[in-house]
């Protein structure tokens, strides 16, 4: 069984999944020289070396710290630097100046050997005494925030490279998001009525899923597919960043102060569209879904269409009919919290219920989310104007 | 029966209607000085000038130019002036340069007076003819417009005058920020179930209250008043505009950037509080409703109390129990489309649906609003860290 | 005698030349409507209410204050106001918060009469005692501080005037920017050796134009009268403003990101050139003398021509050849203190020497400088990106 | 010889002095991690990668091209990326853009030797043809240039890791700005008259230095040492920073702006001064010349001492009699063109000409200077607010 495949893997131990996921983010990293580690192009973009040294930074202070009397520290100045925002836990650097030269790229290697080595011997005394349950659970937490930031090196570091003059490719001839939509073009009806929403049962969930209420629903469609390059060329052709009505009042304003025509990525040369991929610069697919677009694009989309975006909650109650997975799709829910909602004691409280304003939820899961780590309940959330995940467009009416 | 009395009264003629409201507007402005037409302290803030010339120029633009054929507009170069927002129309004046000295205000006076000529040989005609339906639904639109733009002409002063180094008074010993908060400190209980939300029947609404539909409502408890003064200083002797974990993510950042510790217009001298208010600085009378705060403070108040915002929906289910209309109260709803929401027709269109996103509802009324200007439906919104409205909190668990 | 004319006047008393440049002041507000006293469009630009205001400040802060024990401030809150820059006498009103409805423009006037009455009663008093030398200074530099806000006046008035939609005129038919360029195109031959540069003999100088020293310069050549509009529009239609080899660095950024390509107020439409004047939008005068523009435009058209801008030095020792006064001229010196340049003692002091950095001299006057304002020493200055000033352009070589 | 020896040395060939400079530079490369090449703290610190590159490009771009009629172009796109300000010569990346990862380091250090074989070839043929004299000039200019961007590189460096939060050292126990301040206390006096100021002779020299010219000048002293730290800290001790009528107008602003209270660098704990160094943090060395201060402080500085700056002219008519060399001494003299002043034709015409506004001029030359790349007419010019050179300050009167 490859690390690959125990990192989606439920019925892996706790150890082999901690090992799995780290594992996971070595492979990550494979392609890159050091200097790749380094630039942050805009404050939303860490560093890949941020990226990899924050979700040890995760193990270390959460876990090993507490459970492991005699661990040592490996730098206690990394608690520092590499915290992103928990304030409970101590000061943090600013989220802007994530581009160091120091530690060096060799350091943060050496961190994560230390943190792997110290869990690992932890994790492989399970089975013996106290406070497993706390344990299991940080652990598990840790291995989901990981899997995040995974996803997060990628689109980071895409957006990285496609501001590099040069255009590097992270991996040649590696174009992920050219594969077609998936699913049929036709809308799906779901009769309305009362629907339970949120995460069930024994598996892991973040906070936000919780708790599990009731939800009523007026009948709705849903389409089978994401909207694809070709349909959004069209939404362009027809003039549709440019005609206001189609826009909210903020969108109208960002597109015209940004100067916004097109998708991020997406280039047009002599009328022929490209966009940056994983590769490098490519052409554009047909029938490839739409990605990299904003919450204001999505929904500018859905009004050209005559349609609209779904809420979250007709989302997930229609989720089993639908082949989701290729991208975060924006729905027209904010991020707010369930009815019953409760932040969990201590640091970790802080893991999503400070960001439940002013941020739409996505839901689905993308061509960079990691085996294993998605469920028709999970909640993402970004501001709408935030276009460097794999997000896409699904409709409703 | 006086004008004032009239603006609410619902079984008066349209035209009777319409006069009134024009009065009252008036009425508003006989304090003023020249001057204090002109300023405009911050973009969000409208001169007074501005205030009045944008609701006449709504019924000359949507009304006399199209249901009077020999209307003579009084200055061609006004629509462009004071067109607030509707990019259908026509060009339109940036937000943030309404700080004009001419026209005068004298002209403006003389543009109301003209306008209001003409509107009223126009509905005194009405019960003979076409377009009925659509000049009444028109003018009620215009006659609501106006009664909004009179709560903003007060918040907008108020804002203004604060902004003075001589800090005037409005109208001297008036102070109605001081009137003790109404209803009771209990909590009032409310079954869960389904819930009728949204407008019915005949009378007038806005656009956004509609469709009624149903909402699966938990149980849940709802304040008798809201927040006062007096408690919301235990709030900040507790420490809490330094206590991160009571706060969201981006209220955090706002009160730091921005070197926040207590709602808009309060100060404090030696240990004593003081706040401005229409009257000008006035002590801080303790059993008042707090005023002024943000949607950011109003969310971690009901954090460190342990309790939370209702959501809007809570607040329409529990409306008829609860004593409102001191405050705007913001509750813990995005500002989004009802299932079924349509926007109108032509220009009008733009009148809500493209401000959904990012802001927060807040239900009820406040102190400024106008009689006759709210019901239980309401939904007024705002984004989340804007305070110069007569905003409050009450809460809910 | 005339105010206009003892306004210039060196043989009237002191308080006849006060009183004239007083009523001077009043009779520049003559065309104004209460509303136009307002308005600050951007920073450097001072709204009309302050500049009578503060000028009047000047009386009484640095010389009633001190000279009459008995003065009874008119309002003590005025010196906060109306302090433009100087530290040392306490707090100041930030520069960019100058557009205040409070006071009224009718309380600016009668502050004015409470200090004109007061000066006149002090001034009528001279002749008898001590502190005359001291109260006789300090009263010529007011007068002069004032000349330089009457022309401030009328500049800052034509900028907030443009400013506005509907582009009022200050006087109709008022178009002083037309008078055609004096002087001959030819250049004036001067030869090189050791001048005196600097302020001689007994009348009001300003500190910066001391002390009187000796300069060296080669010989060179001076252009007897300034480059006028059809001269630079030859500079336009050439590419000068596509051309960075023409510009400084800092004014090649400059024109880019202020998307510049004509002098200040111009307008082009259908290809004819119009320009705002003081009179309101008029046609563009070929033969007039090219104004508001910036040191980089009058260096960069310099560059163009193949010739160059003189230094002041220059320019002081050409000036008795040259026919001047129409614009304000811009040289190519940097505006430093001479040597043996000394701040006089106290607040007073704040008045030059703290300006010595960042700024071009500009030589001459212009059509706005008061009558008996202006000798061949003075020395003004202005940041080199600046153009709401009568500047102008005198070529050397 | 070494290489450190013939870069200073003038009896070499060009191509000995061109090989030194190059090797020079590299030595300045040693200490350095790869990280260490990429981060741009802020917009005037450009990153190791791009001096070496953009110093390379010089030879590639005016030289080689020119030349070497076979000469391959080791890469296009290099041009555009390492071309500093060079409009004449094409496009040009952004100024704040040059933190980039591609191309890597090792593709840099490849470059350069490319450049370096291309250039020992053609400078091996000399003495047999044409254009050698604008090839031997070149050669020169691109030598003085390398050495400019050497004296860059180690400010930009230190400015860069004293921005990282592990303040790594340059080298472990460099301290060069601790060595005492050479000269002697004393004011040297000079007695007026003509000077001849500028460049004479056969050697290198900049355009800026030309063209000799007289300059008539007062009698004046000059002071035999730079002002050291201990001198610097009873300014700072005495209020300095806080009292407003020592600075420019500007100055005050800037200070207040960005919370300045000591030289950059300087860190105070517990009442004991100590700064950033080429080694590191270190104890300030009080009889070491101050350093790292703007021209607004080294002018408030002389203003608080009864003093002040020297002008550029006096600087250079007083050198002979001088220990200069430590520190960069800012001069009371904006950067303006010598009367005679002529750009060089084409694309080198840029290199000084257009910074000729809003810049002060600094004389002598600095601990970070290369040998042989100072002489007493040298002209060095920044901002008055810059501090990342290795400044410092020479009293006059």
New interface residues.
């Given amino acids: 069984m490859t690390a690959a495949v125990i990192q989606g893997a439920s019925h892996a131990t706790l150890k082999e999944r901690f090992l799995a996921v780290r594992s996971a983010t070595m492979a990550l990293c494979e392609p890159l020289?050091?200097?790749?580690?380094?630039?942050q192009p805009v404050v939303d973009v860490s560093p890949p070396k941020w990226n990899i040294a924050h979700t040890t930074w995760f193990f270390e202070e959460f876990i090993l710290r507490r459970f492991v009397p005699a661990y040592s520290v490996f730098d206690d100045?990394f608690a520092?630097?590499f915290n992103s925002?928990y304030?409970?836990v101590g000061d943090r650097?600013a989220r802007d100046r994530r581009?160091?030269?120091?530690?060096?790229?060799e350091e943060i290697f050496a961190y994560r050997r230390h943190v792997d080595e110290a869990m690992s011997g932890l994790l492989g005394t399970l089975g013996d005494g106290t406070d497993h349950d706390d344990l299991a659970e940080l652990t598990t937490l840790g291995i989901n925030h990981e899997q995040q930031h995974q996803e997060l090196f990628l689109s980071d570091l895409k957006f990285?490279f496609a501001s590099?003059?040069?255009k590097?490719a992270y991996r040649s001839g590696f174009h992920p998001e050219n594969e077609s939509a998936r699913g049929s073009v036709d809308r799906i009806a779901i009769g309305g009525g009362?629907f339970e929403i949120g995460h069930r049962g024994e598996g892991f969930c973040f906070d936000n899923e919780l708790a599990r209420?009731?939800?009523?629903?007026?009948p709705f469609e849903i389409s089978g597919r994401c909207v694809t390059n070709s349909e959004f060329l069209e939404f362009i052709s027809d003039g549709g960043y440019r005609t206001?009505?189609l826009?909210?009042?903020?969108?109208?304003d960002w597109i015209r102060s940004q100067d916004i025509s097109a998708p991020l990525y997406w280039s047009n040369e002599d009328g022929e569209w490209s966009h940056f991929t994983l590769g490098g610069m490519d052409r554009l697919e047909p029938d490839a879904p739409v990605t990299h677009v904003s919450?204001?694009e999505a929904?500018a989309y859905a009004e050209w269409s005559g349609l609209r975006l779904p809420t979250e909650f007709e989302w997930e109650a229609a989720s089993s009919s639908l082949d989701w997975g290729q991208r975060w799709e924006w729905t027209?829910?904010?991020y707010?919290?369930y009815?019953?909602f409760r932040k969990p004691a201590g640091a970790v409280?802080?893991y999503n219920g400070?960001?439940?304003?002013?941020q739409?939820v996505l839901r689905g899961a993308s061509l960079a989310t990691p085996a294993g780590h998605s469920r028709p309940t999970y909640r993402n959330f970004f501001h709408?104007h935030l276009r460097w995940q794999f997000t896409g467009i699904r409709l409703a009416r």
């Fill in positions: 020289e050091t200097e790749d580690y380094i630039p100045r520092y630097l925002y304030n409970t650097s581009s160091l030269s120091r530690p060096t790229v990285s590099e003059p040069f590097p009362n209420h009731t939800v009523f629903l007026e206001h009505s826009w909210h009042s903020d969108g109208w919450y204001y929904s027209n829910s904010a707010l919290p009815p019953g409280g802080e400070k960001f439940m304003i002013n739409m709408p």
